[in-house]
Every structure is written in structure tokens, then in C-alpha cells.
């Protein structure tokens, strides 16, 4: 006899405003708790000293999180001038110091340098795996760790405040994969100095916004009075900026076999036509029935074939 499986079958997205000091998986595990949720993930990992937007999918909303972590993201942070740490950030140990402190308007200047398509180096404390081990955990072994440089991109980059000769706060609209703590310690070094990440706040993820998110406490506060549905947001949330086909009852009956299904309506086929596996989305489309998510699905030819079904009731859209 299989293991009866543990907790209920909640789908959906929540937006959970992350504390400092706690790491990303550890949010996860206490909302699935206080859910007593079957499945959750999050949309992209936070430092544990960051704050702000951690996206938690549930059930089958998990299905569509690599599209929530392939979202444009934008962090605020504060760069610390003048002390360099080896982790780049507060937390790490300081490495060297310098008394240049640069003028607002050498940063000013400095930031289209950091625009487009830009090669970055990671933090030695990373997530990332060198021959299978990951690079934060050779580092703390004592290991040399040099990871190799990786593009990123950098939509936009403004300087928000400068609240003393020490301290300097940005803004950054970015894409996956970009580290805050290697951005703010190469503009130190572009400005003749040095500098680590002091402070970091993720304020939107996508669609996911800081002013739509909820902390831990405000969620025990709405599982106590049986309303924490309230904070869930559709299995289809962060889906949508890519184009959606209606199905009939019979034709999603059959994407939900598996099975696929023919695009008939030349006005589907006519719009889906420019569609490509090079896009962000990978070409991928989403089905639904009277608005219902039913699959992410693909267009070959004149038949729309699934690539994940979403096995979602009425109620759990």
C-alpha cells in the first residue's frame, strides 16, 4: 500500500513578504505548514538577510513557476562604500577598505555602464555548483572558489538616495540570474573604490508586487480565522503576458488525457502564428475552459499539443 499522501490540495500563488534572517526554503516549509498544503515552492531565492517579494506557488500552481522566475525582477538595495567583505555583502568578512567615496554625480555617470547585456561575476558565496558541491559551501570550507562570468541583463538602474558620504541607495530592474551582491561591489569598483551589499529588498517579481504581498504574521493571523483563501491569487498569476486559447468542454477534456487537441478558429491560429521556442516562453501558450487554466500547452502545426496539465477543479482556479 502507497503512503497516504500529506496535507490538502491547495493551488494557487501567494505573496509572501519575506523577513531578514530567514532563508527562502525555510518560508516555504513554515507556509506549507500553516497551509497544510500538499506541495509549495518559491519563484526564485532570497539572501537570507534580503527582504520583499518571495513568490510561493501551491498544489499545481508549482507547474507554472518557471515562468514566475523568468519575470522581469527589481530589487532596492544599499551599497556600503569604502569596506569590501568576502561574501559581498553585511554578512561577510572585510576583505579591504578604501577612503574614496565617490560624488553623486561620478555614480550618476557610472551607471549606463551596467546597462544591456553586462558580464557578472558571482559571489564566491553562491548558490551555484562547482563539480557538484554548491560554491557557498567550498567557500565556508575555506576553498579558493572562482566561478565563471555569466550574462545577465539589466533593464534599467537608478541611483534613489543618497542618505550619507557612506551609503548610497539604488534600484534595479533586472532578469534571471543576476546577482545584487556582484552588482553593487562592481560599481564600487568602477568608481575607484570598494563597497558590499548592505541592505536588499526584492520589490516585484513579475506581476508580483511589494504593496500586494503579506508577511508570515498577517497569514497566521487569516489561517487562525479560516480566511487565508483569501490571500491566494490564481494558478495562472504569473501567466499573464503570454497569449491564451479558449478550448470547448470536449477539446479540454481531451488536453487533460494528454491528448492534444486541433486549432480549428484561423483567428487562433492567425494570432499564435509568430510564436517561437526562442521567446521567453518557449512558445508555450496557455489553455483554458470558460477561464479555467486547463494546460500549457504548444503549437505545432494546426494542433495545440500539451506540454503541462493542470489538474484544477472549478473552485481552485
Not at 520583499?52 to 507554472?64: I, N, Q, R, S, Y
Not at 533586472?174 to 551582491?181: I, L, P, Q, S, V
Not at 508580483?208 to 494558478?235: K, M, T, W
Not at 512558445?283 to 475552459?289: D, I, Q, T
Request: net charge neutral; aromatic share 4%; hydrophobic share 40%.
Amino acid at each position: 500500500m502507497g503512503r497516504k499522501r500529506r496535507g490538502k490540495p491547495i493551488h494557487g500563488w501567494l505573496v509572501i513578504d519575506k523577513p531578514a534572517d530567514m532563508t527562502s526554503t525555510d518560508v516555504v516549509g513554515r507556509v506549507r505548514r500553516l497551509m497544510d498544503a500538499a506541495k509549495a515552492g518559491h519563484a526564485g531565492t532570497l539572501d537570507p538577510m534580503a527582504t520583499g517579494v518571495l513568490p510561493l506557488a501551491l498544489g499545481e500552481a508549482t507547474k507554472t513557476v518557471s515562468f514566475a522566475m523568468d519575470r522581469t525582477k527589481t530589487y532596492r538595495f544599499t551599497v556600503r562604500w569604502g569596506i569590501a567583505t568576502d561574501t559581498d555583502d553585511a554578512e561577510g568578512k572585510e576583505t579591504a577598505r578604501s577612503e574614496v567615496r565617490p560624488e553623486p554625480e561620478a555614480i550618476a555617470a557610472v551607471l549606463p555602464r551596467f546597462l544591456g547585456q553586462i558580464s557578472q561575476v558571482p559571489p564566491a558565496y553562491s548558490a551555484i555548483k562547482v563539480q557538484g558541491e554548491r560554491a557557498y559551501d567550498l567557500a565556508r570550507e575555506g576553498e579558493e572558489v572562482v566561478l565563471a562570468a555569466r550574462t545577465v541583463t539589466i533593464h534599467a538602474l537608478r541611483l534613489v538616495d543618497l542618505p550619507d558620504r557612506d551609503h548610497a541607495v539604488m534600484e534595479a530592474d533586472c532578469g534571471k540570474g543576476t546577482y545584487m551582491r556582484a552588482l553593487a561591489r562592481d560599481i564600487a569598483v568602477a568608481l575607484g573604490t570598494v563597497g558590499h551589499l548592505s541592505t536588499l529588498c526584492r520589490t516585484r517579481v513579475g506581476p508580483f508586487l511589494l504593496d500586494d504581498a503579506i508577511g508570515l504574521h498577517q497569514l497566521e493571523a487569516l489561517v487562525a480565522r479560516g480566511e487565508a483563501s483569501s490571500a491566494l491569487l490564481p494558478v495562472d498569476a504569473p501567466l499573464d503576458d503570454i497569449p491564451a486559447v479558449t478550448l470547448t468542454e470536449p477539446e479540454a477534456h481531451r488536453m487533460r488525457r494528454g491528448q492534444p487537441v486541433s486549432l480549428l478558429r484561423r483567428s487562433d491560429r492567425d494570432r499564435l502564428a509568430g510564436l517561437s521556442p526562442d521567446d521567453r516562453t518557449g512558445g508555450v501558450v496557455l489553455a483554458r475552459v470558460n477561464l479555467l487554466p486547463v494546460a500549457l500547452a504548444r503549437l505545432e502545426g494546426a494542433e495545440l499539443k500539451p506540454v503541462r496539465v493542470l489538474n484544477l477543479q472549478s473552485q481552485d482556479a
